[in-house]
């Protein structure tokens, strides 16, 4: 067999050519280790983070937010009760008559003067007929005596009469002038009797209570009806001493009904005075007419805010907030997606978001949501949150 020297520089130009290529690419892996074991020397705690993150597998996918700044209305809430503006107490004026109709029941609206019950007249029908009857008789004597009297005053100067004759016709004139004053008294008293017999309105309103009962003895001053007058209500809120320099007459209230409904109010005087016991005063809110008898009634407990002014305030959803052993925390997020179990003092809350009063900066990046399944130090892979996920509603 024939050696070719051709074939043998043709094989060794290739095995050169291979050992040049490890060797460059050894070389090459050397000195990446010097720089890498360089950087660990001069920064451990990027170069374990580094490992950590590495080899880290996240816990979550989260959306990360910031605090956002809005103005919020500053709000003192209180509790109380519904009442009547004004309650008016409507009874009989005359005694010992029956009542013989009953024309309203409770929850009815009246009007002023309206007739409310009936009580017999017969009785004071025939006193009436008796005062009339007197009075006609007491004209007839006075017409007499009157006539008897002219007589008198013609003949005085002609001295026909005698001073005393005269005297006597002058005397019974204005006796009889009096009698028929009297009668015509009598007759007027009467006459009031009879309207008495029918109950009406002093106002108008909503009645509230209804004691009267066809059949029974009216007496004067018995109590037969209430009227919610001009069927107002009234928000009596207790209000603590500290607070009640903050309102002021015309400051808006918003109430939440026992239905839910929202209904809008308006203080029209605070107590000058404190209850002792409690140290709370009383702040009066006029309701609007529009809500009497369907969504609010005399006598319910209502819950309520006043408007004390607007704030600003920075606020995050209240997903973002979690409530762990009585305290209030979010998840703050670093530059390497780990999260941060960070305490927070929250404050009101308004629909869906929270206020946040200390704890975190005003761009401190927090997790949006689903902070309840994380745990501090959790890493977790961040994705950019929609537009209107960064703004409050």
């Known amino acids: 067999m024939m050696f070719s020297p051709s074939l043998f520089s043709s094989g060794f130009k290739r095995l050169a050519l291979v050992l040049a290529l490890v060797l460059g690419a ?12 360089e950087v660990e020397r001069e920064n ?10 590495a080899g880290a597998k996240p816990a979550l996918t989260v959306m990360a937010i910031t605090p956002q ?30 009542l013989t109709e009953v024309r309203v029941n409770v929850g009815d609206q009246v009007q002023k003067g309206q007739v409310l019950a009936r009580i017999s007249p017969d009785s004071v029908d025939t006193a009436l007929s008796e ?35 005269i005297n006597q016709y002058l005397t019974a004139e204005k006796a009889a002038l009096a009698r028929l004053n009297a009668a015509r008294a009598r007759m007027q008293a009467n006459q009031l009797r009879l309207a008495q017999t029918e109950v009406r309105a002093p106002d108008a309103g909503v009645i509230s209570a209804r004691t009267a009962t066809v059949g029974s003895m009216a007496q004067s001053g018995q109590e037969l009806f209430r009227l919610i007058r001009g069927s107002r209500l009234e928000w009596r809120a207790e209000v603590s ?42 702040v009066y809110v006029d309701l609007p007419i529009a809500e009497t008898g369907n969504t609010l009634r005399a006598g319910t407990f209502a819950r309520g805010e006043f408007e004390l002014g607007r704030t600003r305030i920075m606020s995050l959803p209240q997903s973002a907030v979690l409530l762990r052993d009585g305290f209030s925390y979010v998840f703050r997020l670093d530059d390497q997606s780990q999260v941060a179990q960070t305490k927070v003092i929250v404050g009101q809350r308004m629909g869906d978001q929270i206020e946040i009063v200390s704890g975190i900066a005003a761009d401190t990046r927090v997790v949006a949501s689903g902070a309840g399944f994380l745990a501090d130090g959790d890493w977790v892979r961040v994705v950019d949150a929609p537009e209107t996920a960064r703004k409050n509603p």
């Open 241 to 282: 001493a500290a607070d009640l320099g903050k309102l002021k007459p015309g400051v808006t209230a918003m109430l939440t009904a026992p239905d839910g409904t929202r209904v809008e109010g308006r203080v029209r005087m605070v107590a000058p005075t404190v209850d002792t016991q409690t140290l709370n005063g009383l």
């Open 44 to 53: 451990p705690v990027m170069a374990d983070s580094a490992k950590k993150t």
């Open 131 to 165: 005062s009339q009857a007197a009075v006609a008789e007491a004209e007839a004597m006075l017409a007499e005596a009157k006539a008897n009297g002219d007589r008198a005053r013609q003949y005085q100067a002609t001295g026909f009469m005698s001073a005393q004759q």
């Open 26 to 37: 050894g070389t090459i892996w050397t000195m990446m280790q010097e720089s890498k074991n």
């Open 69 to 98: 700044p809005v103005e919020w209305p500053r709000m003192l809430v209180a509790n109380g009760n519904i009442a009547a503006w004004q309650e008016a107490v409507i009874s009989a004026e005359i005694s010992d008559l029956r």
